[in-house]
């Protein structure tokens, strides 16, 4: 395995199946293209002025520096606006640092809080390994930096719309990410419908060889309980039935709650798609 690429279950297909039917992922080559609806939804929600100066914003150890308009990062994330408010003295100079964020993370934040799409597919992600005919995708490395960089930021409509993105991945693939529930877990609350996610994904998912190499994973021991502990009530009422990942979340999408693993939905919020329609009103 190279690269930091990540172990999962998938058959390689040299199609761009992410292309046919998908608004949320888009290549990291590209950027925000949708400039007069992006401007147009800034202007109307944050009332931003592009006469102020922006928020120099310096990223990981290497202090990698991105520009950002401070108001509009600030609606977004719970971190920046404490920061502005009664936390000043992690502002200098109209300059905030993240020395413990991902460069790479933050980029694709930063496209993401100007166009609602994650800009993080590269055509070197897939990689298979002959021997074990097992595969690597570099882009969940990428997706658990981004989920980190969310938690740390304490934006909830990112790691919504990062749930969403990798639903729409492991349906585009057919094949789910095992060990998801390592990067939730250690960067969520107790309660957090993203924690949900990752214990359904087992439940439903998981094949016998998963369970099986489950020691190997080193997981963490509150998603074992909750996983333990679902598992446990659902033998009592009925057997838990192996479902293929396609219909899954098909029927996940036609017949329960979209927002189903949504933060914002406990909190009683808006979801992200409201708060940025327009990405789901034009083509990528």
Known sequence: MTGGAIAIKREIDASDQYLASKKLRCKMSDGPTLVFAVLQHLIVLTHISFHSQPLAVLVGKSEEKFFVHQPHISASSKYF??????????????????????????????????SGRFYIVADNDVAKDEKSETSSDAEWTKWGECYKLG?????????????????????ADVAYYVEIANIIYPHSAPRSRHRKFAVDLAMHLWDDDDFKELPKQDAPTE?????????GIKMRRDAIMVEDVDQYFEDLGEYDDPCKYHEHSRKKGLCHKEKRNFVFEQPA
């Open 81 to 114: 606006e404490k920061a502005f408010s009664d936390d000043q003295n992690k502002v200098n100079d109209n300059t905030i640092k993240l020395p413990n964020a991902s460069p790479k993370a933050f980029e694709i934040y930063l496209k993401w809080l100007y």
């Open 223 to 231: 998603f074992l309980t909750d996983l333990l502990r679902c598992v």
């Open 151 to 171: 938690a740390l930021l304490q934006d909830v409509d990112f790691s919504d719309a990062l749930v969403d993105m990798a639903i729409d991945k492991m349906t």
